[in-house]
C-alpha cells in the first residue's frame, strides 16, 4: 500500500473520530453521525488497500 494513500485514508479515521466524539459532546447528533460515517469510510478503504496489497505480494 502506498504510503499516501496510507496516510491519507489514516487521516480520515482520525477526522471521523473527532467529529464523532465532538459531536456526542455537544449533544450534536447529526455532526456524531456524520463523524461516524467518516471513521468507517475511513476503515473500509484501509481494509480495502490492505487487501489489494495482499493480493499483489
Same mark, same amino acid.
Given at each position: 500500500? @502506498? +504510503?499516501? /494513500?496510507?496516510?491519507?485514508?489514516? @487521516?480520515? +479515521?482520525?477526522?471521523? *473520530? =473527532?467529529?464523532? &466524539? &465532538?459531536? /456526542?459532546? !455537544? #449533544?450534536? *447528533?447529526s455532526? =456524531? $453521525? $456524520? @463523524?461516524?460515517?467518516? !471513521?468507517?469510510? #475511513?476503515?473500509?478503504?484501509?481494509a480495502?488497500? /490492505?487487501?489489494?496489497?495482499s493480493?499483489?505480494?
Open positions: 500500500m @502506498g +504510503i499516501a /494513500k496510507k496516510t491519507r485514508n489514516l @487521516g480520515q +479515521i482520525v477526522e471521523g *473520530k =473527532a467529529m464523532h &466524539t &465532538t459531536g /456526542k459532546a !455537544l #449533544g450534536n *447528533k455532526l =456524531a $453521525r $456524520r @463523524g461516524k460515517a467518516e !471513521l468507517v469510510r #475511513g476503515r473500509v478503504k484501509q480495502m488497500e /490492505k487487501g489489494r496489497d493480493l499483489r505480494h
